[in-house]
């Protein structure tokens, strides 16, 4: 079945540094959603998104959906320790109520 | 935010034994369940969808026989694991959905390992 572009797959930076990564699609998709998650628990969710060119942030954490509706970006600034996980962007394609995932994005933040 | 809990939290069972895994929404009714099954560094897959009081719709190549799905309540759902084998070894997660078109919220996990 359909599953979501992902890139990239691992990324180690330094505290402090800003960290961005991107989800695409062959196909439109009316939901996008970016997960986190850390090892042996489920997923968490971190931002929802509805609209075609919508913009939300949470706290340190940005994403956009894109206006073709086939792609969406997530960017955290100033990671600190805590931000290490993988996560997940996620989305409803077409008006399916099944949830498609990306492969995910190991990230490792050095102290 | 909504809150999914699952149960056990981990199981180790031997081969051939059958398995339950309990699903629950604690503040608020799911008319939709969902189960995935994630393997070691691998995206979740999506194994089934179920909705309260009626049959799980399985996705292609998950055996519904094998793994049992019981949607009795809006806040209750298991999955069963039946006739376990070690390559049934995963990580199941379960979410939870008020109604169509809204956010899924996940629960934490159960990690499985058949012996």
């Known amino acids: 079945g359909q599953q979501l572009n992902q890139s990239p797959q691992s990324m180690f930076i330094q505290e402090g540094e800003d960290v961005s990564m991107n989800c695409t699609s062959s196909?439109?998709?009316?939901?996008w959603l970016w997960y986190k998650q850390e090892p042996g628990e489920g997923p968490v969710l971190l931002i929802a998104?509805?609209?075609?060119?919508e913009l939300t942030s949470n706290g340190r954490l940005t994403a956009q959906f894109g206006i073709t509706r086939k792609d969406s970006f997530l960017n955290i600034s100033a990671s600190i320790p805590s931000d290490v996980g993988i996560y997940f962007c996620?989305?409803?394609?077409?008006?399916?109520?099944?949830?498609?995932f990306g492969k995910g994005m190991k990230l490792t933040v050095n102290p | 935010g909504a809150v999914v809990s699952q149960h056990p939290s981990r199981v180790i069972c031997k081969s051939g034994t059958s398995v339950k895994i309990e699903c629950r929404s604690l503040?608020?009714?799911?008319?939709?369940m969902f189960w995935y099954r994630q393997f070691p560094k691998q995206s979740l897959m999506l194994m089934a969808t179920?909705?309260?009081?009626?049959?799980?719709?399985?996705e292609q190549g998950v055996e519904k026989d094998k793994f049992l799905i019981n949607h009795a309540s809006l806040t209750l759902s298991t999955l069963t694991v039946t006739s376990a084998h070690p390559e049934d070894s995963s990580f199941y997660i379960c979410?939870?959905?008020?109604?169509?078109?809204?956010?899924?919220?996940f629960g934490p996990g159960t990690r499985l390992l058949v012996l």
């Open positions: 998104l509805y609209k075609a060119g």
């Open positions: 196909s439109i998709f009316n939901t």
């Open positions: 979410s939870a959905r008020r109604d169509f078109g809204e956010t899924q919220y």
């Open positions: 179920s909705n309260e009081g009626s049959k799980a719709t399985y």
């Open positions: 996620a989305g409803h394609e077409g008006g399916s109520e099944k949830l498609v």
């Open positions: 503040d608020f009714q799911a008319t939709t």
